[in-house]
């Protein structure tokens, strides 16, 4: 909270928002009244009269006690993989293999001849058969043109011959980190992991136009829940161009923190100059992947899957690829931010990570994920200070049939949000979009009351790993904004601060559990603009 002396006459400011209850997420968890905003940040908050008395502006806000907060963070998200979601086949929500066919031949009717056919979003978890799909069918309704639909996860993707042949995949043909499905010496177009980029590779890069039609549709829905700040976990540094020029623009409002993909180019690049940053862009970290997906059985785990005998699955790369660039990226100012889903993904990257640190520090090394963890690990997060990057939607999402995956004793170290909060005291939380919805609103409610939408189940999943709600909405600003260097900028109604801000019409924080969901931005402010 700032105190206002008393002044003879009113300050200018370019906006001033009063009779609000403004959530300042600072170190108090302090509520106040109204703010003031000049040259795009913060420069008062305080008492209705106070503010109100101290600063002038044309541009004056009654809030009428609505509740104000931080623009929201996702601290894990695929920002340029949504926008370019939204304009492929949406296969979200879909019931049985046959559905998607009839969606895909729906949406292939107003394509161009020959152009792909891509689409996102099956779960076969949620059809009555649930068993991987093959492409047979597509192989006969689309011979000439090839196609690939991706799993919710981004870990798995089925194509057809055509994609495949074009691709050059051979049945029986094996790859580092990834599996190409053959039954009986024909490929059946199923791709796990690392097999998925076989395909991926041949597509042809978006026109300049497109990607910034994807990044602007992107950003509207983005502002839309309340996000003024998203981490995209994994891109080239040609896509930090084209969102450093769209941003220099000022096209592309939106505040992002970009990981570098783990690959050859992006090292080149960048190890040599060091993090780049600009008002709204900052590039800091590398994103490396352990491990696959549970959904898709990609997650590697310590003992075999409890249903799957005998399959345990696999790490995406050799161990000594993580253990060389971690003793590379220790001595730069760059993060280390792992993708680690299953038990056993997760202690080889804590032991990776706990070799190089070696103890408490402020590097602030990510764990993407942290999905399953041995009871015996969780310690080393809190030893060598890495910090688990959660998304709570995947407890809710998966909650159906990880215990099928896992076994019961297992399962008790999964989705553990409470207790790995308690490793370093702060807990960054994300959505993972397009994985899961893009809504704070869904990261809030699953993070507190540990339920899908509909209220299932009714007592909460594993209700002993809930957050408060003042944990979680720190989760979703001011942590957040700590995972990415940040803390200093944004996450917070503080003096100083950039003035990202949201005004909604329900506070998340006292309203019943039943109508959490059902809260609406009302406004969105990036640097004191009005944004949606």
């Known amino acids: 909270m700032v105190l206002i002396a008393a002044c003879?006459?009113?300050?200018?400011?370019?906006?001033?928002?009063?009779?609000?209850?403004?959530?300042?997420?600072?170190?108090?968890?302090?509520?106040?009244?109204?703010?003031?905003?000049?040259?795009?940040?913060?420069?008062?908050?305080?008492?209705?009269?106070?503010?109100?008395?101290?600063?002038?502006?044309?541009?004056?806000?009654?809030?009428?006690?609505?509740?104000?907060?931080?623009?929201?963070?996702?601290?894990?998200?695929?920002?340029?993989?949504?926008?370019?979601?939204?304009?492929e086949i949406n296969l979200v929500g879909t019931e049985s293999w046959e559905d998607i066919i009839h969606h895909v031949c729906d949406f292939a009717k107003g394509l161009d001849t020959g152009a792909w056919i891509l689409g996102?979003?099956?779960?076969?978890?949620?059809?009555?058969?649930?068993?991987?799909?093959?492409?047979?069918?597509?192989?006969?309704?689309?011979?000439?043109?090839?196609?690939?639909?991706?799993?919710?996860?981004?870990?798995?993707?089925?194509a057809n011959a055509k994609a495949l042949a074009m691709a050059g995949i051979q049945p029986g043909q094996k790859i580092e980190g990834?599996?190409?499905?053959?039954?009986?010496?024909?490929?059946t177009g199923m791709l796990i992991d690392n097999a998925v980029g076989l395909v991926k590779r041949i597509i042809s890069n978006p026109s300049k136009a497109t990607y910034e039609q994807w990044l602007l549709a992107a950003q509207q829905n983005c502002f839309a829940v309340g996000l003024t700040t998203v981490t995209d976990c994994g891109l080239g540094?040609?896509?930090?161009?084209?969102?450093?020029?769209?941003?220099?623009?000022?096209?592309?409002?939106?505040?992002m923190?970009?990981?570098?993909?783990?690959?050859?180019?992006?090292?080149?690049?960048?190890?040599?100059?060091g993090p780049y940053k600009t008002d709204r862009l900052f590039v800091k970290g590398f994103k490396f992947y352990a491990d696959g997906a549970l959904g898709s059985r990609g997650a590697c785990l310590l003992y075999p899957y409890n249903d799957k005998p005998g399959w345990e699955g696999f790490l995406l790369s050799s161990r000594s690829h993580y253990d060389s660039m971690a003793a590379i990226l220790v001595h730069t100012d760059f993060q280390m931010c792992t993708h680690a889903i299953g038990d056993s993904g997760n202690r080889v990257i804590l032991t990776v990570y706990n070799h190089v640190l070696q103890g408490k520090n402020d590097k602030r090394w990510r764990i993407e994920h942290a999905q399953v963890v041995n009871e015996q690990d969780f310690v080393l997060f809190a030893q060598s200070s890495v910090i688990p990057s959660v998304q709570p939607t995947h407890a809710t999402s998966d909650m159906?049939?990880?215990?099928?995956?896992?076994?019961?004793?297992?399962?008790?170290?999964?989705?553990?949000?409470?207790?790995?909060?308690?490793?370093?005291?702060?807990?960054?939380?994300?959505?993972?979009?397009?994985?899961?919805?893009?809504?704070?609103?869904?990261?809030?409610?699953a993070a507190v009351v540990?339920?899908?939408?509909?209220?299932?189940?009714?007592?909460?999943?594993?209700?002993?790993?809930?957050?408060?709600?003042?944990?979680?909405?720190?989760?979703?600003?001011?942590?957040?904004?700590?995972?990415?260097?940040?803390e200093k900028e944004t996450g917070s109604i503080e003096k100083d601060k950039k003035a990202d801000f949201i005004i909604l019409d329900n506070d998340i924080m006292t309203a019943p559990a039943t109508e959490l969901l059902n809260t609406k931005v009302l406004a969105t402010y990036c640097g004191g603009r009005k944004v949606y």
């Open 120 to 158: 996102r979003g099956w779960d076969q978890n949620d059809w009555p058969i649930k068993s991987f799909p093959t492409n047979e069918r597509f192989n006969k309704i689309f011979p000439d043109r090839p196609l690939l639909l991706t799993r919710i996860d981004g870990h798995a993707a089925i």
């Open 450 to 486: 540990r339920k899908d939408a509909k209220g299932f189940p009714p007592q909460g999943f594993q209700m002993e790993n809930a957050l408060t709600r003042e944990e979680a909405l720190r989760g979703m600003t001011i942590w957040a904004a700590k995972a990415d260097f940040l």
């Open 8 to 87: 003879s006459s009113p300050q200018q400011a370019d906006l001033v928002v009063h009779h609000a209850k403004i959530y300042t997420v600072d170190s108090g968890f302090t509520i106040a009244e109204a703010l003031a905003v000049r040259d795009g940040k913060i420069i008062a908050v305080g008492s209705n009269e106070a503010i109100m008395k101290q600063y002038h502006s044309k541009d004056t806000i009654d809030a009428q006690g609505k509740t104000l907060y931080p623009g929201f963070i996702d601290a894990h998200a695929h920002f340029v993989g949504y926008g370019r979601s939204l304009f």
């Open 178 to 187: 990834g599996e190409i499905e053959t039954k009986n010496g024909k490929l």
């Open 400 to 445: 159906y049939w990880a215990g099928e995956r896992l076994g019961a004793e297992r399962l008790r170290g999964a989705y553990a949000y409470q207790r790995l909060l308690q490793q370093n005291g702060w807990l960054p939380l994300g959505t993972d979009f397009p994985v899961e919805d893009i809504s704070p609103f869904k990261t809030f409610y």
């Open 237 to 255: 540094y040609k896509d930090v161009e084209a969102i450093d020029t769209l941003q220099k623009q000022g096209k592309l409002l939106m505040r």
């Open 257 to 273: 923190y970009v990981m570098l993909s783990d690959n050859k180019e992006n090292f080149d690049r960048y190890l040599p100059r």
